[in-house]
């Protein structure tokens, strides 16, 4: 079974550029999640989609990230215009039906901004 | 607003050594609680998941167990292994079963 997949890897960029990160869940799983992990700190989720409707994005900053589900399969996340404060590595994650269950990460894209 | 507190932040312990891993939480209303392993540059990878109305999880060396009217749970790691070395994450989900809740976890170095 193939695991969850990102990209890039590796972005670096200056401030108040925009950047995009890509994430193709594990095939079937209905939840898909992004987290950002500031260096130091546990992951704290920013949306969670169920399939390709938005179920918690209470602490997605709107005003510059936004995501989208394609037809409830993969996933994109973007920063338009990025900060300094956005340095971080981004999750993705996947589970089958929602968030009380084993959830699936992938390798996360580690994102600088300068 | 649950918050998750992992001590200690960092511990390095010789090969062979067993060790205790402590997370605590907030609201002790939760669902679940679970653990995961953290290696450098890599995802995170699910160890344990504790239903609420359990007290433990074994898997391999790796015994979870669950204290929720205290809010608390440890990890515990026998006969460890330099392959052991890696940050461990607690995360807690709360009874509306919304979302995962971090810890900041627990950074463990494993010598030879």
């Known amino acids: 079974e193939a695991g969850v997949a990102q990209s890039p890897r590796y972005k670096i960029i200056e401030k108040r550029q925009s950047v995009a990160f890509w994430c193709n869940p594990i095939?079937?799983?209905?939840?898909l999640y992004w987290y950002q992990q500031i260096l130091g700190q546990g992951p704290k989720l920013l949306i969670q989609?169920?399939?390709?409707?938005?179920?918690?994005d209470s602490q997605l900053p709107k005003d510059r990230f936004s995501a989208e589900r394609l037809k409830g399969v993969d996933s994109t996340l973007k920063i338009q215009p990025a900060k300094l404060e956005d340095s971080a590595v981004y999750l993705c994650?996947?589970?089958?039906?929602?968030?009380?269950?084993?959830?699936?990460f992938g390798p996360g894209t580690r994102l600088l901004v300068l | 607003k649950q918050e998750v507190t992992q001590i200690p932040a960092a511990l390095s312990v010789p090969e062979g050594e067993n060790l205790v891993l402590n997370c605590s939480f907030t609201d002790s209303a939760i669902y679940n609680l679970q653990w995961f392993r953290q290696d450098p540059g890599k995802g995170l990878t699910s160890l344990l998941l504790?239903?609420?109305?359990?007290r433990e999880q074994t898997s391999g060396r790796l015994n979870a167990s669950l204290d929720k009217s205290s809010g608390r749970s440890t990890l515990y790691i026998a006969a460890s292994q330099p392959g052991d070395s890696a940050t461990y994450l607690c995360a807690v989900v709360e009874t509306s079963g919304s979302r995962l809740t971090f810890g900041e976890g627990t950074q463990l170095t494993v010598n030879p």
């Open positions: 504790i239903q609420s109305s359990q």
């Open positions: 095939s079937g799983h209905a939840t």
């Open positions: 989609f169920q399939n390709n409707g938005v179920v918690d």
């Open positions: 994650a996947s589970s089958w039906t929602g968030p009380a269950e084993t959830q699936y």
